[in-house]
């Protein structure tokens, strides 16, 4: 299970994604901006993170640059979701190493989710499921 944290100003965004992490056996956590993001990281561990760009008070962007800077929480993956795909911002977040863009109006939860489940065990690294292998029958 992994503890990941869902930052997006719309209510229901949040409860859709993080209805989809529950099911897949994660712990989700939400905040409506950056600043309540920051507030979430230095109260739990977080494992990931789905980061909308466009929100109000501290933005994606901005939030991604002061967790970039600290070394605690700069290899932390996130997953971007905006409306951006073009423009000085879009480069900024692209800069920022964001694992993956899913722009908000063409992509299914299950799409994302299946990404969070790359992020979380890349390939390559052994899942439990995966480094488990019954012995052949005699």
Do not use: Y
């Not at 501290?58 to 605690?72: E, S, V, Y």
């Amino acid at each position: 299970m992994a503890a990941i944290l869902v930052v997006d100003d719309d209510v229901d965004h949040c409860e859709l994604i993080s209805k989809v992490l529950t099911r897949r056996g994660h712990h989700a956590m939400t905040a409506l901006n950056g600043w309540e993001a920051l507030l979430v990281l230095d109260a739990s561990h977080v494992d990931l993170i789905i980061l909308d760009i466009m929100m109000p008070g501290m933005d994606g962007a901005t939030f991604l640059g002061i967790m970039r800077n600290d070394k605690r929480r700069k290899h932390i993956p996130v997953i971007a979701v905006t409306a951006l795909t073009e423009g000085p911002l879009a480069s900024r977040i692209r800069a920022l190493d964001v694992k993956q863009v899913f722009r908000k109006a063409d992509f299914e939860l299950s799409e994302l989710a299946d990404a969070v489940e790359r992020q979380l065990c890349p390939p390559g690294e052994d899942s439990p499921e995966a480094s488990f292998k019954p012995s052949p029958m005699n």
